[in-house]
T-cell receptor, first 110, second 113 residues
Framework: DAKTTQPNSMESNEEEPVHLPCNHS???????IHWYRQLPSQGPEYVIH???SNVNNRMASLAIAEDRKSSTLILHRATLRDAAVYYC???????????FGKGTRLHILP | AAGVIQSPRHLIKEKRETATLKCYPI?????VYWYQQGPGQDPQFLIS???????DKGSIPDRFSAQQFSDYHSELNMSSLELGDSALYFC????????????FGPGTRLTVL
């Protein structure tokens, strides 16, 4: 299975943009790139996903490198509520199970 | 909007006892996934069901079994409980045709004494 690599932790100031990187150098041509996050004491929550093109939704933006070997989740204006563990996940098909890796623990400083 | 419901939210059992966790997916969702998250660990996929049939299997112990019923709710049955089974158990649901998004429930915290 293709693997992802993320920083263990990151810090950002409140109300500033946050760029969360993810490397997936062994990604296959059909792997979808998904991002989920897990807030403290809650179940994981879908953030965004994409295949080749950059994607935007109300929560975040996903920038995918042209060679698809890396991607970046962008939170445009971080709030304290965005403090969570962010998981970058590859899924072979849209309905595939989620294999969680280590994720990035994001700390937001007031 | 309706979310995934899990019951009970907390459960305390003794070693070697059995436990049943229930999951009620979002209305019209036909696929259910179960995940286990040990203390300080990341969620691990256990098993999934689509239209009442097992669709995928992960690291689910033989002591555990699960099924999805005609109303699409699912139950995870755990027998001969061990201390290491203490964890958060999450259920997620999705609609197959829009299956790119899994919606997770709040989890059931199982403590085995």
């Amino acid at each position: 299975d293709a693997k992802t690599t993320q920083p263990n932790s990151m810090e950002s100031n409140e109300e500033e943009p946050v760029h969360l990187p993810c490397n997936h150098s062994t990604i296959s041509g059909t792997d979808y790139i998904h991002w989920y996050r897990q807030l403290p004491s809650q179940g994981p929550e879908y953030v965004i996903h994409g295949l080749t093109s950059n994607v935007n939704n109300r929560m975040a933006s996903l920038a995918i490198a042209e060679d698809r070997k890396s991607s970046t989740l962008i939170l445009h204006r971080a709030t304290l509520r965005d403090a969570a563990v962010y998981y970058c996940i590859l899924r072979f098909t849209p309905d595939d199970k989620i294999i969680f890796g280590k994720g990035t623990r994001l700390h937001i400083l007031p | 909007a309706a979310g995934v419901i899990q019951s009970p939210r907390h459960l305390i059992k003794e070693k070697r006892e059995t436990a049943t966790l229930k999951c009620y997916p979002i209305p019209r969702h036909d696929t259910v996934y179960w995940y286990q998250q040990g203390p300080g660990q990341d969620p691990q996929f256990l098993i999934s069901f689509y239209e009442k049939m097992q669709s995928d299997k992960g690291s689910i112990p033989d002591r555990f079994s699960a099924q999805q019923f005609s109303d699409y709710h699912s139950e995870l049955n755990m027998s001969s409980l061990e201390l290491g089974d203490s964890a958060l158990y999450f259920c997620a649901s999705s609609l197959r045709s829009w299956a790119d998004t899994q919606y997770f429930g709040p989890g059931t915290r199982l403590t085995v004494l």
